[in-house]
């Protein structure tokens, strides 16, 4: 088998502990990179810290360079498109089949400006999954097989309604009626186009790019898409799709033979004579010597009509970097604008010249490196103050370089964060692809740059040689231009920048018509387009819509979907041998033998997170001893239940002024280089939840649990630092700053706006809970849509009367930092517990409180007042919805079954993804159920219709009640939803996790009742759920945030109680 491929290159990642073998396929010229994780593997040395490999999680993935020439956004349609069927699986669409049963840990595709990568990820916890570990290969086998065939022979590229579907297509059921544009990433981008954030980061990248690639749009800009023909996406399929164009990437412990073995079967369909993958190579971009400016208007209201953007951009290089020069501008991105304190953040926000800091600073992901960064909440007159101040900020680093104590604080974070390699539940394997794919996609080595021991060495040393490393660069690549050569790292970092004439200024100009004007002319472009149409060519667009609705509208034939190599029942003992590792599609008798995984072959145990609950000094310790590589992670918690209800939406400013205002002796640079330097990270979370009651039943909802956390990590011999660092900021912060909490809640309302435009689901979803919970009513007013008006009057109070805002601050702080509120949660390797405990006892006995009693806890649920439960419309900018509408499932009392969560997982992935997306046209379309709540509310995504996903929400009971659903696709169900249950953690997530169950009270046998009833899920839970769901119909109410035409539309005819109450936000 491996005489079918050539051996490019081998390399071992100590830094991973990889092993690594680069390949190429000889007769299709695909490149193939094969890394292997073993135990043998494992990283040794004398670090201070250094990763352990401890991964199941496999890994494959395939990239093709995909450099679009125009703004139709092909290579991002076509992404969707290859998903829906192909030559051997033939049915509308392999991966949501495959997402209902098969125990991937993800399974997702990305298009850049100028690639598109298909990655999967499928867990294999041998301890976890041990006797089944063949049927795991087998799942993550199958699970390749389907995204090669996808890739490589899609439907898409025979069948136009593919893309009609997914890309665009007129839509016209009866001549009167005016056309309409219809498609899924059509209504995508609308969402993205309809973001103010989204627009300026297009705006920036175009205009830094006029030459290249990325000067256009590889998304789609909707008022393109519809220029896109079939020929041309065919066409663009033909041309970039070869395996010679592709990057195959594979990552775990599975045998390399069998995976070139595996791959072999497709690529040696392809001749790499039949291919020109240097077209697709990505063309430099030439730098300029000549700054230029760049406007553009965004979607505005009335109240933020002279809230403008400006932002100063910069190309970095027209050539590639050394390692060590990408790390050295890694960490001047973390010296310049890493966090609040960093020297061009710090110096914009406390400019008070806007919101809140826009452009992210450096983007090094593409073939050169851009700088961006600038201010949103401009005031018209203000801009160019704007401008002026980021470029003298520059320039004064550059002359004067960056204090000791802040480099040193940025490089031990960067260090930190290498070593470590925390990707939480985002697999790492995936992690390293996308590293990998980084370099290799422009013909670089794929491996060379994972390597970041030496680089890192040599930029010590070069700080520790005195060299003006960052300054040098600011000067080089922001300041100056042009002449890079011989130019010390740190200091010709800062130089660089400053010298650099490839900075183009960019303006976004607030339009407050601009939605009605971008309505106004798709229509007339519609319009157009029918009055051109002769009546045959009407005929020939119902005919279309009709055929496209009825082919969403059919099942798949049975013979279709007996292709999906699902894992589904089968008999363990026969399967055990035949591993087959593709399907013919000529021989039947190799269907029936495909590696099948029955329910009965799961696990029936709960993974249970070791815990320990002791008692040091009268405060509850709480530690779970998990391999952690020598780090700490430490989340040292305040009861908050005692903050009176009226105080409650000031815990987030609370919160931030706790770690960005200086604290003790340090003021606040001081404090964030301090945190930077000893630690690994420290930040400020809340935890609230629901108590459940013994069994599982649903408790009153009154009783909740709060908490405010400090979560820090540290290597082991740093714990003292990390917990001295924790006491003086929540016994020392100096809460007394009224222009940072200014700041702070200006950007918060900053935040708050866009986020509530680019994820209305969300906020939907938190009215909905705050009409029922105590929980949910604590979410909606400190980060929901009712908080909007609350960060505004307190942002008023204080610019106005800041002195009553610090009592309430100074307030909040006695009453919750007592001893009594105190709460530790430790996770870590058991010596770094042992080691911690003298500090910890000493950090416990440093807070003040202890003899005071039981500190007297407000009775939030009696201050409470829910918010009604009533139709409601917030109207906002936009050209898409957020359709939401919920209620009570299940009352106090009751007991959630299990097999509950199986049913709304197949809601999700089969009846709302189907009506919702696929016929329906939005984003996405999906549910959400809370069994410790027993809450449910359905919800879409950028939506172009309202009452019509109203009526599918409503239609759903009787889908249910109805449904005869047949026993393999029951059986794909559960292993799916017991995949999501056993998905991988973190040590740090997996502690916090613990953690949280333990102050909810869920207990481990509440947990092994709910995965049995998960495992023993029958068609009559299905039924039930129907049941369930037609009684929540009549008293479920919408939340709905969407456009103020889109609101008094579907207002037209509704009356009374059915009526949307609309509110602007
Ligand atoms: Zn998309």
New binding site residues.
Partial sequence: MQSAYELLSEDFIKEYGARTALYRHRKSGAEVLSVQIDDDNKNSGAEVLSVQIDDDNKVFGVTFRTPPEDSTGVP?IL??SVLCGSRKFPVKEPFVDLLKGSLQTFLNAF?YPDRTCYPVASQNTKDFYNLINVYLDADFYNLINVYLDAVLFPRAVSDPMVMQQEGWHYELENASEPLSYKGV?FN?MKGVYSSPDSLHGRACQQALFPDNTYGVDSGGDPSAIPDLTFDYFKNFHRRFYHPANSRIYFYGDDPVPKRLELLDEYLSEFDRADADPAASTIQWQKMRQEPWSYTETFPASEEASKQHMLSVNWLLNDTPMSPKEKLALNILDDLLVGNSAATLQKALTDSGLGSSVIGGGLSDELLQATFSIGLKGVAPEKVSDVETLILDTLKKCAEEGFEDTAIAASLNSAEFELREFNTGSFPRGLSLMLGAVANWVYDRSPTSELHFEAPLAELKADIANGEPVFQNLVKKLLVENGHRQGVPVFQNLVKKLHENGHRVTVEMKPDTKYEAETEESERSRLEKVKASMTQQDIDEVIAATEKLKAAQAAEDAPEAKATIPALSIGDLDRNIKKIPIAVDEDAPEAKASIPALSIGDLDRNIKKIPIAVDEVSGVKVVTHAIPSSGILYADVGVDITGVPLSEYPLLGLFSRMLLETGAGSMDRVELTRHIGTQTGGVYCTSLTGTKMGGGGVIASSDDVVGYLFLRGKAVSAKTPELLDIVRTVVTEARLDSQQRAIEILKETKARLDASIVGSGHSYASMRIESRYTLEGYLNEISGGISSVETVKSVLKMAEDDWPALLARLEKIRASIVTRNNLLINLTGDQEVLDAAAPAISNFINSIPGAGEGVVSHSNWAAEANLIPARNEGFAVQTQVNYVGKGGRLFQPGEVVPGSFQVVSRYLRTGYLWDNVRVMGGA?GGFCNFNPMTGLFSFLSYRDPNLAKTLDIYDGCADYLTSLHLPADELQMSVIGAVGDMDSPQSADQKGFMSLKRHLIGMSDEDRQRIRDEVLATSTDDFKAFGDRLKALNSSARSAVVGSKAALEAANQGREGDDAFHVHDI
């Fill in positions: 991002h992404e969707h298009t990433v995508e984003y």
